[in-house]
């Protein structure tokens, strides 16, 4: 969700307005998170777990979130202003009120970016900075951010906000985690404890253990058809009631883990959580400059800011940040289940599509960071009798 509060505009790029950000209040960034949940897109004719009807699950009352967003802001807190409004009713008098509607990151950006080490790595830069200078001393503009982020992330969240989901119950967040991401995915993260031992967490009965099968199948049957998409004589092999058969299953297998909007208010909070340290490696943040890890992109950033704090970050980083958006998307858009219908498939392959580059670099990025190439179509499997 943070990077959606930073989407350039009026000539401020997302650097300036992260930055606007990370120096918010906690308790403005908090007031954020529960406007956008009150604000979720929301459909009445759609069944709960819909990407337009995620949950039922009411917010913040409306009277308190207009006690929160009432008030003037204190003079130059411009991002305040702008976000405030961003989720509301037009202000033209008149004119019925128009809600913008909010729809969050699909699970599979948190799985992802939490892939990259990001949260366990900025987790002990914070650690670092508190116990000590062994880092140095940060720069005063990331005191705000290493506030914020340890309010935010490494407590207790606030008792009936939209994002609590810990208690005595589920008092581990990193088991939390990985729990939704193997009920939703059949996947666990690609790494365990900080000591390098396995994380302890309860795997549930109930998963999507086909995900990763039937979604690679998927990819494959899709670059055969982007490799046909030319063809205008020979053998094509193109086949669109195979993508869409895939896709029906893909929307099937994940819809059912979301039966009664399940997991919604989970899935919120983890990809708002992972969209935090996403953004913060996005430029070259205050804490980024504090700790000397200045580069040129998300990944370079993240292995240098994991040098500092020796725990290496994942080898693959670079490929799980390229995953990261556009696979959200596609998983959002076959929850939708417009791909069920085969007509609807080209869209994912011919070259006149504006689809059609995004699922390429899927392709490429889930290859490379898996090691099996989805450009190969498997060898069916001989049984013999």
Do not use: C
């Not at 960034?29 to 990407?51: T, V």
């Not at 990331?142 to 906000?161: C, D, G, I, K």
């Not at 205050?286 to 994942?314: F, G």
């Not at 939708?336 to 070259?351: H, Q, R």
């Amino acid at each position: 969700m943070f990077r959606r509060f930073t989407t350039p505009s009026d000539g401020l790029t997302r650097a300036q307005k992260a930055d606007s950000l990370f120096r918010l209040h906690p308790s403005e960034l908090s007031a954020l998170l529960e406007m956008a949940w009150d604000y979720r897109i929301w459909e009445s004719d759609k069944p709960l777990g819909h990407p337009r009807r995620r949950s039922d699950v009411a917010g913040l009352p409306d009277y308190l979130l207009d006690t929160l967003f009432s008030s003037a802001p204190p003079e130059g807190n411009n991002f305040f202003v702008e976000n405030r409004n961003s989720f509301g009713q037009t202000s033209i008098a008149g004119a019925p009120p128009i809600i913008r509607g909010t729809l969050w990151d699909h699970l599979i950006y948190a799985y992802l970016i939490e892939n990259t080490r990001a949260f366990d790595i900025f987790r002990r830069v914070i650690n670092e900075f508190l116990h000590g200078e062994k880092l140095g001393v940060p720069l005063a503009s990331a005191q705000h951010w290493l506030r914020n982020t340890e309010e935010l992330f490494f407590r207790a969240t606030p008792s009936f906000s939209i994002y609590s989901v810990d208690s005595f119950i589920r008092a581990d967040s990193g088991a939390s985690h990985r729990h939704a991401y193997y009920r939703m995915f059949g996947m666990d993260l690609n790494h365990g404890k900080e000591d390098g031992k396995p994380y302890p967490y309860i795997k549930p009965d109930v998963a999507n253990r086909e995900f990763v099968s039937t979604w690679e199948e998927f990819l494959r049957e899709i670059w055969i058809a982007i490799t046909n998409a030319n063809n205008t004589s020979g053998r094509r092999d193109t086949d669109d009631a195979a993508i869409a058969n895939h896709a029906r299953r893909l929307h099937d297998m994940l819809l059912t883990r979301r039966t009664n909007g399940n997991l919604s208010r989970e899935e919120f909070w983890y990809v708002s959580m992972m969209s935090w340290f996403h953004l913060t490696l996005e430029f070259d943040s205050p804490i980024v400059s504090s700790l000397r890890a200045e580069a040129s992109s998300e990944d370079e950033r993240l292995k240098k800011v994991a040098e500092r704090v020796n725990l290496p970050s994942h080898g693959k980083a670079f490929y799980f940040f390229q995953l990261a958006d556009p696979m959200s998307w596609l998983l959002t858009q076959i929850e939708t289940g417009i791909y069920n219908d085969p007509s609807a498939v080209p869209a994912l392959y011919l070259p006149t599509s504006a689809i059609e580059p995004f699922v390429r670099r899927i392709i490429y990025a889930w290859s490379e960071a898996t090691g099996r190439n989805m450009k190969v179509k498997t060898s069916p499997v001989s049984i013999q009798s």
